[in-house]
């Protein structure tokens, strides 16, 4: 029997889907959220990036930008990656790697953010877990490559998967070049999972980027 024909689909487990480090991240999202929607101010001031901000030694920027958004359609749409892509590779990972992953993208990105406003004289303000996204979408590519994954009642390997939504989003911000800096968080995972593969490759039942396991099931990222 192939590996298609072998394919189940199943619902999404709340035990499975939200997991320690994706609950975590969740929670300060929304709370950043709203923090956003009733203290805009403050919120662009102190704990947005800014060049400025890092300038004047608000270091912590770099760590509470990825929670804030201002709109609630950023908020899903990140929110959904987070939620399903991050808890497969936590549950690959566990918590301390995932957030590993999640503070190499967001100072990376953060850095590169605040470099390219200070050469430009810019001064925008950057917000939102785009950066982290990305990575986790070129994390689960690379972890899962080989896999089929169930979308919109086709399947297809993770690999592409993760390929075709990154160069789309590039295509799709072309004519806003500071956007690209998020996506960049994608190249920094894949740079970031190599790294830890040695790791994985250790660990018994655990998946990694050319796991002979992955080209025989259909992966559940529930």
């Known amino acids: 029997m192939s590996a298609i024909q072998e394919m189940r689909l199943a619902l999404p487990a709340p035990s499975r889907i939200f997991t320690p ?31 400025g901000g890092i300038l004047r030694g608000r270091l912590w920027q770099f760590l509470t930008y990825p929670f804030l958004y201002g709109s609630l359609a950023s908020l ?37 953010w605040v470099l390219v406003n200070l050469l430009t004289g810019g001064s925008a303000v950057g ?4 950066a982290c996204s990305y990575g986790f979408i070129a994390a689960m590519g690379l972890l899962y ?10 399947t297809v390997e993770a690999q592409y998967l993760a390929l075709g939504l990154i160069l789309v989003n590039v295509l799709l911000n072309l004519a806003n070049p500071m956007m690209l800096i998020w996506i960049a968080g994608a190249p920094v995972a894949y740079l970031y999972v190599r790294s830890k593969w040695r790791h994985l490759r250790g660990r018994p039942g655990r998946m990694g980027p050319s796991g002979q396991s992955s080209r025989t099931r259909m992966v559940e990222l529930d």
């Open 127 to 130: 917000t939102g877990a785009a």
């Open 76 to 112: 899903v749409f990140s929110g959904l990656v987070i939620l399903f892509v991050g808890s497969a590779i936590e549950r690959q990972w566990r918590a301390a790697s995932l957030l590993g992953l999640w503070l190499v993208v967001s100072l990376s990105c953060g850095i590169l």
């Open 21 to 51: 480090a994706v609950s975590g991240i969740l929670v300060l999202s929304v709370v950043g959220f709203l923090v956003y929607r009733f203290a805009p101010s403050f919120a662009l001031g102190t704990l947005g990036l800014s060049a």
């Open 145 to 154: 490559r080989g896999a089929r994954l169930f979308v919109f009642f086709a």
